[in-house]
């Protein structure tokens, strides 16, 4: 590969130097093709595919078939890629994980119809329709009543978990009426995520 792109030795001894250490080349340097497994070969080719430093790389399905170490020394990898070297990195997968881990950007295509075109950020806030929240209170409730977050509790009553549909309310809002209440000492929100929206959209449209 040096050779076919004629790379420059200096170049060359740099950026192996580089994709041995973040890929973890050196543990399978000296080791047959045929014996490496599908991560060690993925890590391997992604070095070839960038040893002369391109501006733009396609990216096709990095991570399938892999397992979770190697799927994240690849997304760890991609990301130092674009910091260090501004590389353009265009992918395309059907992990959600890819897409969260190391887009900002990104593109969805229905039918060979481009449908949603924007930031991952601006997708998220435009689309996450709800959210859970789950609070641990330092005094049993018996009760909730907030438009828009039905919530469930353990029988001791100090532990409540929320269903926000934030079409009506927000999960501030909630967390706001939930104080007037109560003491919360301990609080965790978590966020509809990209999978679940991207699904929402294929299924009921943008």
């Known amino acids: 590969m040096k050779n076919i792109y004629k790379v420059q030795d200096d170049i060359y001894e740099n950026n192996l130097s580089l994709f041995k250490e973040y890929l973890d080349l050196e543990s399978i340097w000296n080791q047959p093709v045929r014996q490496l497994s599908l991560g ?5 080719e992604i070095a070839a595919a960038i040893l002369h430093n391109p501006e733009l790389l396609f990216l096709d399905e990095p991570t399938i078939g892999l397992d979770i170490v190697a799927k994240r020394q690849i997304r760890e990898f991609i990301l130092k890629l674009n910091r260090n070297y501004q590389t353009t990195v265009i992918l395309t997968s059907h992990d959600m994980k890819d897409i969260e881990e190391i887009c900002n950007r990104i593109i969805l295509i229905d039918k060979g119809v481009i449908v949603i075109d924007c930031p991952v950020a601006e997708l998220k806030q ?5 959210a859970v929240v789950k609070v641990n209170l330092n005094e049993p409730v018996s009760a909730f009543d ?22 009506i309310t927000t999960t501030g809002h909630l967390v706001f009426e939930i104080s007037k209440i109560a003491e ?6 978590k966020e ?5 929206i991207i699904h929402d959209i294929y299924k009921n449209g943008v």
């Open 126 to 130: 435009n689309h996450n329709k709800a």
């Open 40 to 44: 060690q070969r993925m890590r391997a």
């Open 184 to 189: 919360i000492a301990d609080i965790e929100i």
């Open 146 to 167: 907030i438009a828009g977050a039905k919530g469930t509790s353990e029988s001791d009553g100090l532990k409540w978990s929320f269903e926000v549909d934030k079409s």
């Open 192 to 196: 509809q995520a990209v999978e679940d």
